[in-house]
């Protein structure tokens, strides 16, 4: 499955409506630690179909990064059910990125 582009005007049907796990990626162009992490989102997203996966980009979409909270960048969300379930700041490496999902 590819990743999708969440938006404020998606994001309840994506994220909180979601049959599955949905990790949420919020990022920026500009970050350095963003892009870093951006290819192992994308491999999750590839190899497991039992999740769903999404970004967000905060300069596009700062009505969502303000409901979240978001003052730092890059910010992993798992939400579950609809809630959030489990989140990590910064920079992880794939290993800690599954483990979110646990």
Known sequence: MSVITIT???FE?????????VLVDF??????PCRMVGP????????????KVGKVNVDEEPA????FGIMSIPMLMVFKDGALYNKA???QPKSKILELLN
């Open 13 to 21: 049907q994506e994220v909180l409506q979601a049959d599955k796990p």
């Open 89 to 91: 700041l910064g920079a």
């Open 64 to 67: 969502l990064a303000a409901q």
């Open 27 to 32: 990022w920026a162009p500009w970050c350095g």
């Open 8 to 10: 404020e005007q998606n």
């Open 40 to 51: 192992f989102v994308e491999q999750i997203a590839g190899e497991r179909g039992d999740i």
